[in-house]
């Protein structure tokens, strides 16, 4: 938990500044022909993507014939993929109705291509829960993009993202060699792989049905608002969602091997379920309540005046991803205990619901409709979530409802303090000030009442992570 954290922290800082300084130096339409091409490689990988690599990571009996099997059949597909988007470029751009995306769809087709060259032994890291070595190849990855990214971008404009994305990928596959040696071999072995299928097509399903709702999405606000349009939101929810993603990456990629090891342990799965949900809450809460407060000023100081309009974009995601912190928590045990339909159907109807209202939200209110076309599916989704787990779970809300209270009661105390300090500060140096009182007094809030109502954080934390904690001066039987 400890490396994941250090990876996720420099990975995402990392992130975060090359975004706002690529705002700086380039266009939104840019962004929104980078997120074109994005879009195009990513459908057509999620359409072929039969789940091998979780699959390595969830099966209890992996052998060597299985790694070979598994890197020979991605290094095929991604092949294939590569080929098929390069050719068929023009359609793709036309779909988007920007043909200035044909050369970057082209070039950035072959991302997939480095991607399946990575060790496959790399997954032995996520089986094992050893996360220093991914932390290394993951930080590399961000910091060689970054460097690539910034250094070209006022010679070359968009095409300093393509070559920022593309030489992060080599980075990660050289060096994933040293920390994870392998010697690839070529191994078409039907035998080998069919097992992992079992597990794979679930993987494929909901990667498919994901991916077509997000490409949708995009299609209709590239069609309707024009790649600048694409550009600003694809901005929004980079920003929106950041929190989010450095949550889901932190604790996810800890929680689907342990719930895949607490399958036939429901108690234990049931305790776990609920410290890495108030554990997420109390984290995301206030953060999201924080960049929903601030992000005016964001936009304003930070991103400047190419980005204007984002900001109510920004607030209305960041709902959405406060909204789903349920969701986040829940599908690593579906994942965990092998039942993935139960993700596909929550993707099916998110997917179905969100495109069947974006293209009316979006002619009627412009971007901002796009956005708020989330708002009804997050909704849905949760509400199945919720049922879905209690027929997982022993009774998985027991003894949540104080600590949930406590983080409500600390969301609004963020919101207050950092409002006041807006007010009374203007300027970078009031956003500045108020996202640091908000931090603090939330912060303080929620250890005074974990302190005096034995809310159960570091119990909970001691529990799931009793190494971590205990490093720290914590045990499950102290608290």
Same mark, same amino acid.
């Given at each position: 938990m400890v490396w994941n954290a250090i990876q996720l922290i420099g990975n995402k800082g990392i992130f975060l500044i090359r975004m706002l300084i690529l705002a700086r130096l380039?266009?939104? *339409?840019?962004?929104?022909l980078f997120a074109i091409a994005t879009s195009a490689t990513g459908f057509l990988l999620s359409i072929t993507n039969v789940g091998l690599i979780p699959a390595l990571v969830q099966s209890q009996d992996v052998s060597e014939k299985k790694y070979a099997a598994a890197w020979t059949f991605d290094m095929t597909r991604s092949t294939i993929i590569a080929s098929l988007t390069i050719i068929f470029a023009p359609l793709i751009a036309n779909i988007f109705a920007e043909p200035l995306a044909v050369p970057i769809i082209q070039v950035l087709a072959l991302?997939?291509?480095? *991607?399946? %060259?990575?060790?496959?032994?790399?997954?032995?890291?996520?089986?094992?829960?050893?996360?220093?070595?991914?932390?290394?190849?993951?930080?590399?990855?961000?910091?060689?993009?970054?460097?690539? $990214? #910034?250094? /070209?971008?006022?010679?070359?404009?968009?095409w300093a993202l393509v070559y920022g994305a593309l030489g992060g990928t080599v980075s990660m596959v050289i060096i994933s060699y040293f920390l994870a040696p392998y010697r690839p071999r070529i191994l078409f072995n039907w035998r080998a792989v069919q097992p992992l299928m079992n597990f794979g097509w679930w993987v494929l399903i909901t990667s498919l049905v994901s991916m077509a709702g997000n490409y949708g999405l995009r299609i209709a606000i590239s069609r309707q608002l024009g790649? *600048?349009?694409?550009? /600003?939101?694809?901005?929004?929810?980079?920003?929106?969602?950041?929190?989010?993603?450095f949550a889901r990456d932190l604790v996810g990629s800890v929680a689907f091997p342990l719930f895949a090891r607490l399958q036939k342990?429901?108690?234990?799965? &049931?305790?776990?379920?609920?410290?890495?949900?108030?554990? !997420?809450?109390?984290?995301?809460?206030?953060?999201?309540?924080?960049?929903?407060?601030?992000?005016?000023?964001? &936009?304003?100081? #930070?991103?400047?005046?190419?980005?204007a309009g984002t900001g109510d974009v920004i607030r209305i995601l960041t709902l959405v991803v406060m909204i789903g912190v349920f969701g986040e928590v829940a599908v690593t045990?579906?994942? @965990?205990?092998?039942? /993935?339909?139960?993700?596909?159907?929550?993707e099916v109807i998110q997917s179905a619901v969100t495109i069947s209202f974006v293209w009316v939200f979006t002619s009627r209110f412009g971007l901002v409709g796009s956005a708020m076309a989330w708002l009804p599916s997050i909704l849905l $989704?949760?509400?199945?979530?919720?049922?879905?787990?209690?027929?997982?779970l022993d009774r998985p809300f027991e003894g949540l409802q104080k600590p949930l209270l406590a983080i409500f009661a600390a969301t609004g105390l963020c919101i207050v303090v950092s409002?006041?300090?807006i007010q009374l500060i203007p300027g970078l140096l009031g956003? #500045? #000030?108020?996202?640091?009182? =908000?931090? =603090?007094? &939330?912060?303080?809030?929620?250890?005074?009442?974990? /302190?005096?109502?034995? !809310? @159960?954080?570091?119990?909970?934390?001691?529990?799931?992570?009793?190494?971590? &904690?205990? %490093?720290? =001066?914590?045990?499950?039987?102290?608290?």
């Open positions: 380039l266009f939104p *339409e840019d962004f929104g991302r997939p291509v480095f *991607e399946s %060259m990575i060790s496959i032994k790399v997954t032995a890291f996520n089986r094992n829960l050893s996360f220093r070595p991914l932390t290394y190849l993951r930080i590399a990855d961000a910091t060689i993009n970054t460097i690539i $990214s #910034i250094g /070209l971008a006022n010679y070359i404009g968009v790649a *600048e349009g694409l550009g /600003l939101y694809f901005i929004a929810v980079q920003l929106a969602y950041l929190p989010s993603d342990d429901v108690f234990q799965a &049931t305790r776990a379920f609920r410290a890495l949900f108030s554990g !997420l809450a109390a984290i995301l809460y206030p953060v999201c309540a924080l960049l929903i407060v601030l992000s005016p000023l964001l &936009t304003r100081y #930070i991103l400047g005046p190419n980005w045990v579906f994942r @965990g205990f092998g039942q /993935l339909y139960r993700i596909t159907l929550l $989704s949760q509400l199945l979530s919720i049922y879905f787990i209690q027929n997982i409002m006041t300090a956003l #500045i #000030i108020a996202t640091a009182l =908000g931090f =603090g007094f &939330t912060a303080g809030l929620l250890w005074i009442a974990d /302190l005096r109502y034995s !809310l @159960g954080f570091g119990r909970n934390l001691a529990l799931v992570f009793p190494q971590v &904690t205990t %490093m720290f =001066g914590f045990s499950s039987n102290r608290s």
